[in-house]
C-alpha cells in the first residue's frame, strides 16, 4: 500500500517515533486532508547540526538515554505517526513559535528501519512493504 510521507533530521525523526516528541514544527501548515491521517517518518540522510545540543534542557529531561546521534538510523524509513492537528503556539515544550505546530499521537516505532532511503521535501508517497503493513491502518 502507497502511505505519505515526510522527511525530518535526526534526532527529531527517532524522538517522534518513540513518543517522545508529540510535535513537528514546520514553516507551512499542514494540510487539512492529512489531519487524521497516519503517515510514515523518514528519517534524513543528515542530523541536525548540533545534534543532542538542539534539545532545551527542558527537553532533555524527557530522554530515557541519550544515543550517539551518529548511531541513529538516516535515509531510513523509522515508524508512523498520526496527525491529530496542526496549530500554532502550541503550549508544548516542543512546540516552536512562529511557526506551525503538527501534533502528533499514537506513534510506531518499526522493529527494523527500512534503510537506503532517500528524502524529499513537503509530503511525497512509498510502497510499505506488506511484512510493514500490520498497525499502520
Known amino acids: 500500500m502507497i502511505h505519505k510521507v515526510i522527511t525530518v533530521k535526526q534526532p527529531w525523526a527517532s524522538l ?66 498520526e496527525i491529530v492537528c496542526c496549530i500554532q503556539n502550541h503550549p508544548s515544550i516542543w512546540a516552536e513559535k512562529g511557526v506551525y505546530n503538527w501534533v502528533l499521537a499514537n506513534p510506531i516505532l518499526f522493529d527494523k528501519p527500512i534503510e537506503g532511503v532517500k528524502g524529499k521535501l513537503s509530503f511525497w508517497e512509498y510502497e510499505l512493504p506488506e511484512e510493514y503493513e500490520r498497525g499502520q491502518e
Not at 18 to 38: D, F, H, S, V
Not at 49 to 75: C, D, M, Y
Open 16 to 81: 517522534i517515533v518513540q513518543g517522545l516528541k508529540p510535535i513537528e514544527n514546520r514553516t507551512w501548515k499542514c494540510p487539512n486532508k492529512y489531519i487524521g491521517k497516519r503517515i510514515l517518518i523518514h528519517a534524513s540522510a543528515t542530523s541536525v547540526r548540533e545534534g543532542w545540543n538542539a534539545l532545551t534542557h527542558e527537553q532533555r529531561l524527557f530522554l530515557p538515554v541519550e544515543i550517539p546521534i551518529k548511531k541513529l538510523p538516516t535515509s531510513a524509513i523509522i515508524g508512523s505517526v
